[in-house]
């Protein structure tokens, strides 16, 4: 029987696409561009590692190579804005989720589009819909257009010491937040020891560790659906004053406590608790860097009154506007091999944490990586707003940073210190236009 002509079309064409699939490499995708060099920044962070560790086998099948200049996070933003104002070198965006609108609007980054609809560049296994949603849009994506794939993928979890907390007659971590300071405080902190350590470091750390992860769970907010300040709502005050409260069952000192810090006091038995980066669970579990070893354990964040709000940061890599031709699909290979399907296993043993769903439902692979559990509940219910994602993030977090380590070091009250901060903020947002009518509410 002899096809209809459309239904021939229609399955000729199915036959060339799936050839085209079967055709497709990596190598001879990337044989134009051989020689090719990219730029790009990295933090010393373990998913950089990873990559790291990783990336002779990418640079041995495309013959591109890959430059990385590795540098705190503090000094991440100010380098790469410094350099694509200046038209420099850099190929590749590297992109905190409070960055990406700042990224975009000043037309620094590429839409992926560019190269999805290329199919010399495009492999056909790249499966943008396996990445879980919440954290392909919130690192990746602005005013519904795509720019970037998350490589660095954070949610924020407990850590605990299991030995310690059955040593003080808990058989669990605490389920609320609440519980955590009225209960379990008072149980552990003793013999020079502590419950808690929440990082609030004054820099991002204080902004999105501390600050705002006492917000959401509490039912608060930094605004309000008309982009004013919602720190003197109930809930705001509410979470604002917790994590004053809390203070007496962490460790001295703790507004200086960074990533590094806070992590060092889990791994060496100082404090029996934190919520963390789900990035750290490789530095916690590494008996090099670690004491706890089976008493290693992980839940999701606690519930607050409003909820399990968990803390949500990342990272994505985008191809630099800056770049030339060559440069953009070299950059646009690599970005896509890092955070592909069929290397997020490997990077996941590597010490990264990729955004791919389906690694997470490999048999065995939640068994073998503890944290996987909490860290899928957190991606599927999370907070995609956990920090404002609007361009004049950077300057309100200065803001926060400054009177948020002052209301824990008690130089301010909560109240006139949420107000300051509400003030300050809002004639940022009125300067950029969002009460004028100028700019959009929703980002």
């Not at 064409?13 to 699939?21: I, K, N, P, Y």
């Not at 902190?189 to 501390?210: C, H, I, M, P, V």
């Not at 769903?357 to 707003?385: H, K, M, R």
Request: glycine residues 8%.
């Amino acid at each position: 029987m002899k096809l209809k002509p459309m239904a021939s079309a229609l399955a000729l064409a199915a036959v060339a696409a799936a050839s085209q699939a079967q055709a497709w490499s990596l190598e001879e995708a990337a044989a134009p561009y051989a020689g090719t060099e990219v730029n790009v920044v990295f933090l010393d962070r373990p998913g950089y590692a990873a990559i790291r560790e990783m990336l002779p086998e990418f640079e041995a099948a495309t013959g591109i190579k890959i430059n990385i200049t590795t540098m705190p996070y503090e000094n991440a933003l100010g380098e790469q804005v410094r350099d694509f104002v200046a038209g420099g070198d850099l190929d590749i965006a590297l992109i905190d989720l409070v960055w990406i609108g700042n990224f975009a609007e000043n037309g620094w980054i590429v839409p992926i589009d560019e190269f999805t609809s290329n199919p010399d560049l495009a492999d056909p296994d790249l499966d943008i819909a396996d990445f879980f949603p919440l954290v392909l849009n919130a690192f990746g994506a602005w005013n519904g257009v795509t720019y970037g794939l998350p490589l660095d993928n954070y949610s924020g979890l407990m850590f605990y010491n299991r030995c310690m907390l059955e040593e003080a007659g808990f058989d669990g971590p605490p389920a609320t937040w609440q519980e955590l300071k009225d209960v379990y405080g008072p149980a552990l902190t003793k013999d020079g020891k502590y419950a808690f350590a929440l990082q609030s470091k004054r820099n991002e750390t204080q902004s999105a560790d501390s600050f705002a992860r006492v917000l959401w769970p509490f039912g608060g907010s930094f605004l309000d659906a008309n982009f004013r300040s919602n720190l003197d709502s109930p809930e705001s005050q509410a979470g604002l004053q917790f994590r004053q409260d809390l203070m007496a069952y962490m460790p001295d000192g703790i507004v200086a406590y960074d990533h590094a810090e806070t992590v060092n006091a889990l791994a060496q038995g100082d404090v029996a608790m934190i919520t963390e980066w789900s990035a750290f669970y490789s530095t916690l579990a590494n008996p090099e860097t670690s004491t706890l070893g089976d008493c290693l354990a992980i839940a999701p964040e606690p519930m607050g009154p409003a909820g399990r709000k968990p803390a949500l940061g990342g990272f994505s890599l985008a191809v630099a506007e800056q770049a030339d031709e060559a440069e953009r699909a070299a950059a646009w290979l690599f970005i896509q091999w890092a955070t592909s399907k069929a290397n997020a296993e490997t990077y996941l043993r590597k010490g990264g944490v990729p955004a791919r769903q389906s690694v997470y439902q490999t048999p065995g692979i939640a068994d073998e990586f503890p944290f996987v559990n909490a860290l899928v509940e957190s991606w599927q219910d999370g907070v995609p707003e956990f920090r404002p994602r609007f361009a004049e993030w950077p300057e309100i977090t200065e803001i926060v940073q400054e009177w948020g380590t002052k209301m824990m070091l008690g130089e301010v009250s909560i109240e006139d210190g949420a107000r300051e901060i509400g003030t300050r903020m809002e004639a940022i947002l009125e300067e950029a236009g969002y009460y004028s009518g100028d700019k959009p509410l929703a980002q």
